[in-house]
T-cell receptor, first 113, second 116 residues
Framework: SQTIHQWPATLVQPVGSPLSLECTVEGTSNPNLYWYRQAAGRGLQLLFYSVGIGQISSEVPQNLSASRPQDRQFILSSKKLLLSDSGFYLCAWSVSDRGSGYTFGSGTRLTVV | AQSVTQLGSHVSVSEGALVLLRCNYS??????LFWYVQYPNQGLQLLLKYTTGATLVKGINGFEAEFKKSETSFHLTKPSAHMSDAAEYFC??????????????FGQGTILTVHP
């Protein structure tokens, strides 16, 4: 069966420090991968999505970047965190099928102090 | 392009009362529709989905939703609320084609509060 792993669960980082959040999927090949952020009262914001290795689409300009070095690995990074980067980050995967929906990871709570 | 509107960012019900969470969509073609639930500090879980066929869809935890094309709606209901239903609920529609095939567009979410 397919599973998705996201870590760490919580993270407290100082302003200006780097960030690396990792997401891996097991049990499937060539998944579509997504990074979302939830800030308080702002719903789900799609940050990046990827349909293949090295293929990254950015939805909004921001202080973050994403990479997909392997088929089932998706990494969210920042060189210098801002206070506004605080939030709940979710990774998700899907197949290229309209009816499949997404499977989400358990999320990372990031607090920038 | 598809879009989803969830009416009411907060809904409050008493335990045992009917739960009704509203979702309206916009789509130029027959939509594929989803409801997800998110408990605090957790990821989203699929409650139910409509693709084709029967318009009344049953999901987990006693929830169901009815696809009404004429009303462009996909409202989520549960006959009797339980305290454990307190969570945030998201409606979503699946995109059509190109590189966005299968990509979901989410509504803004509805926070459900259940009072004893």
């Amino acid at each position: 069966s397919q599973t998705i792993h996201q870590w760490p669960a919580t993270l407290v980082q100082p302003v200006g420090s780097p960030l690396s959040l990792e997401c891996t999927v097991e049990g499937t090949s060539n998944p579509n991968l997504y990074w979302y952020r939830q800030a308080a009262g702002r719903g789900l914001q799609l940050l990046f999505y990827s349909v293949g290795i090295g293929q990254i689409s950015s939805e909004v300009p921001q202080n973050l970047s994403a990479s997909r070095p392997q088929d089932r690995q998706f990494i969210l990074s920042s060189k210098k965190l801002l206070l506004s980067d605080s939030g709940f980050y979710l990774c998700a995967w899907s197949v290229s099928d309209r009816g499949s929906g997404y499977t989400f990871g358990s999320g990372t709570r990031l607090t920038v102090v | 392009a598809q879009s989803v509107t969830q009416l009411g960012s907060h809904v409050s019900v008493s335990e045992g009362a009917l739960v009704l969470l509203r979702c309206n969509y916009s789509s130029s073609v027959p939509p594929y529709l989803f409801w997800y639930v998110q408990y605090p500090n957790q990821g989203l879980q699929l409650l139910l989905k409509y693709t084709t066929g029967a318009t009344l869809v049953k999901g987990i935890n006693g929830f169901e939703a009815e696809f009404k094309k004429s009303e462009t709606s996909f409202h989520l209901t549960k006959p009797s609320a339980h305290m454990s239903d307190a969570a945030e609920y998201f409606c979503a529609v699946s995109n059509l084609g190109g590189t966005s095939y299968g990509k979901l567009t989410f509504g803004q979410g509805t926070i459900l509060t259940v009072h004893p």
